[in-house]
């Protein structure tokens, strides 16, 4: 299924939530509602969401049969969690396992100059979860030896005992004519697992 741009969500009485408007076919006997912001994780995940200005939109779909899934026909990777948690970039979700919990996790300031927080959603359980990657997913290894930077715009998601950072000077971004505003850069340091898209959003 990985590298394909549709997702078949297979539904035998369970639900899964996905991202609202991503449904580009069913069949079979297929309930839709909205889950709201955040979906599944309470009131209190959504008001964390309305707090912070992050914006989730899920929809629940429930049944029997088999839903199509795609959005601007970005390439569709499966994460499997077990057990762990795995903070990821809200745009590039696309759906959401039955047995998964969301929630927010407040990622920093984008340099103190700028006082702007940055919000990720991270998911736990034991389960399945889909995302969006343009292009094919890489996934970087960190360790206590090698530390990561990685350009925001193509960041995923991270798993694993991580410590995230902003870095403020970056050189490279005034190379390529991105001086403008204030340049920054995510760094990871510990021990886990960075998934990046080989491209810019």
Known sequence: MNGARVLEAHLAGDAVRALTGSMVAYEGNVQFKNAGM???????????????????ELM????????????????????????????????ALLAIG?????????????????GQGLFTTTVSGHGELAVLS?????????SPAYPL???????IAHRGQLNQTFVTDVSWKSLIGEGGGEAYSLRFDGSGVVYIQPAER
Do not use: C
């Open 149 to 155: 930077v990685v350009d925001p715009d193509a960041f």
């Open 134 to 142: 343009d292009g094919p997913m890489i996934a970087l290894e960190v």
């Open 98 to 114: 039955p047995n998964l919990r969301t929630d927010v996790a407040f990622a920093g300031l984008r340099g103190a100059a700028s």
């Open 38 to 56: 955040g979906g599944g994780g309470g009131f209190k995940a959504a008001l964390k969401r309305k707090m912070t200005g992050e914006s989730l």
């Open 60 to 91: 629940e779909m429930a049944g029997h049969g088999v839903v199509y899934l795609a959005s601007e026909g970005m390439e569709v990777e499966l994460v499997q969690l077990t057990g762990d948690t795995l903070s990821v970039e809200s745009s």
